[in-house]
């Protein structure tokens, strides 16, 4: 992976919006905010307050700064473009594009929005144009997302979409694998859209297989235009039902089928 330049834009030059007008989204990493630029217009803030002593904020740092840095060589119609980064006193933030339709997800389970067959099966093809490319990003290492799931997928006004949030992304080589750490799959991992194999064991070696197993999962709800699943009485017992075999139910698809 090449040091490219990471830009960074003075505090003072990035303005949030404040309220729930200016809320676009949280996770485990912080918060999604609408902001303003005076060159580049509304802009999409992803915030981390800067928790913790000097060692804990250097590495929420370098986190920042390679998440920033995959998405800048990930330059593809399909992946969210990302400008750079900023800081002020307590948080770090990734200055990226504003995608003013929102996330895959809110699309889908909209009965308002009309979505005929053929935008669906555009869907699928655009997000897995944009997998196929990172996962062939450098000559001599994948790059893996790590949490592929209809919320990760944002819309352009014109409803095309482009993978985002990169912070469970890794690198791993193209005979080998990348491991992550129990404590950080858990808190990336989302239980829908995870491989069984995650789920039976998070240490395990993430590969490519994985990101392809939650785009599965993923389809079916772009064709099915409902949740995949539903966890039911507990965590455990929705685990032990995926790892034992228990998938969507393609009876959910007939419709779009039909609709062909």
Same mark, same amino acid.
């Given at each position: 992976?090449?040091?490219?330049? $990471?830009?960074?834009?003075?505090?003072?030059?990035?303005?949030?919006?404040?309220? +729930?007008?200016?809320?676009?989204?949280?996770?485990?990493?912080? =918060?999604?905010?609408?902001? /303003?630029? &005076?060159?580049?217009?509304? %802009?999409?803030?992803?915030? *981390?307050?800067?928790?913790?002593?000097?060692? &804990? @904020?250097? /590495?929420?740092?370098?986190?920042?700064? =390679?998440?920033?840095?995959?998405?800048?060589?990930?330059?593809?119609?399909?992946?969210?473009?990302?400008?750079?980064?900023?800081?002020?006193?307590?948080?770090?933030? %990734?200055?990226?594009?504003?995608?003013?339709?929102?996330?895959?997800?809110?699309?889908?389970?909209?009965?308002?929005?009309?979505?005929?067959?053929?935008?669906?099966?555009? !869907?699928?093809?655009? #997000?897995?144009?944009?997998?196929?490319?990172?996962?062939? /990003?450098?000559?001599?290492?994948?790059?893996?997302?790590?949490? %592929? =799931?209809?919320?990760?997928?944002?819309?352009? +006004?014109?409803?095309?979409?482009? #993978?985002?949030?990169?912070?469970?992304?890794?690198?791993?080589?193209?005979?080998? *694998?990348?491991?992550?750490?129990?404590?950080?799959?858990?808190?990336?991992?989302?239980?829908?859209?995870?491989?069984? +194999?995650?789920? @039976?064991? %998070?240490?395990?070696? /993430?590969?490519?297989?994985?990101?392809?197993?939650?785009?599965?999962?993923?389809?079916?709800?772009?064709?099915?235009?409902?949740?995949?699943?539903?966890?039911?009485? *507990?965590?455990?017992? !929705?685990?032990?039902?995926?790892?034992?075999?228990?998938?969507?139910?393609?009876? *959910? $698809?007939? &419709?779009? +089928? @039909?609709?062909?």
């Amino acid at each position: 992976m090449t040091n490219a330049q $990471i830009t960074l834009f003075r505090a003072d030059d990035v303005f949030c919006v404040i309220g +729930e007008r200016g809320s676009l989204g949280s996770g485990s990493y912080g =918060k999604v905010r609408l902001g /303003l630029h &005076e060159i580049l217009g509304q %802009i999409a803030v992803k915030c *981390s307050e800067m928790k913790g002593g000097i060692h &804990e @904020r250097d /590495l929420l740092e370098k986190k920042i700064k =390679k998440e920033i840095g995959y998405l800048q060589q990930a330059n593809h119609e399909n992946i969210v473009r990302v400008y750079g980064w900023t800081q002020w006193p307590g948080a770090i933030a %990734i200055i990226m594009e504003y995608l003013s339709a929102g996330n895959l997800k809110t699309i889908l389970l909209d009965e308002d929005i009309v979505l005929g067959p053929l935008i669906r099966t555009r !869907f699928g093809a655009e #997000i897995a144009n944009g997998l196929a490319f990172i996962h062939n /990003l450098f000559d001599d290492k994948r790059l893996l997302h790590g949490d %592929i =799931k209809p919320e990760n997928i944002l819309m352009t +006004e014109d409803l095309h979409c482009k #993978i985002g949030d990169f912070g469970a992304a890794e690198l791993c080589s193209f005979t080998g *694998s990348s491991t992550l750490s129990k404590r950080r799959s858990s808190l990336q991992m989302t239980l829908f859209y995870a491989a069984p +194999e995650r789920l @039976r064991d %998070i240490s395990t070696k /993430l590969t490519t297989k994985y990101d392809t197993y939650s785009v599965g999962i993923t389809y079916h709800m772009i064709l099915a235009r409902e949740l995949p699943l539903t966890i039911g009485t *507990s965590v455990t017992t !929705f685990i032990e039902a995926i790892v034992n075999g228990q998938r969507p139910s393609l009876e *959910s $698809i007939l &419709e779009y +089928e @039909r609709s062909l």
